[in-house]
Nanobody, 125 residues
Framework: QLQLVESGGGLVQAGGSLRLSCAAS????????MGWFRQAPGKEREFVAA????????AYADSVKGRFTISRDNGKNTVYLQMDSLKPEDTAVYYC??????????????????WGQGTQVTVSL
């Protein structure tokens, strides 16, 4: 099973940017569909973005569409989440997830096989 480690979280002012990274260990990363989810205090974890194993297909939650971009570098076993125009409501713990089979991108938690520990993103006014 893949091991996933997120990084890049932190404190940023509203309107600013952050880039999250998720480094994966394991031979199968290049065949994995990847996703980002987030969980704000007192709320359930929610879908943010997803990308297919080739990188040709992506999906975004409506709340982040046009502001966030998911990408991957299979040579580096890493998936990224570029977050621009951040808002206070983007404050959450962000989790990376991997699905080891399938040809498309996936938007539901139950569709993923492995999860990282999360990285905190805090957006201040």
């Amino acid at each position: 099973q893949l091991q996933l480690v997120e990084s890049g979280g932190g404190l940023v002012q509203a309107g600013g940017s952050l880039r999250l990274s998720c480094a994966a260990s394991g031979r199968t990363f290049s065949r994995c569909a990847m996703g980002w989810f987030r969980q704000a205090p007192g709320k359930e974890r929610e879908f943010v973005a997803a990308i297919s194993w080739t990188g040709s297909a992506t999906a975004y939650a409506d709340s982040v569409k046009g502001r966030f971009t998911i990408s991957r570098d299979n040579g580096k076993n890493t998936v990224y989440l570029q977050m621009d125009s951040l808002k206070p409501e983007d404050t959450a713990v962000y989790y990376c997830a991997a699905r080891e089979t399938g040809w498309t991108r996936y938007s539901y938690e139950y569709e993923y096989d492995a999860w990282g520990q999360g990285t905190q993103v805090t957006v201040s006014l």
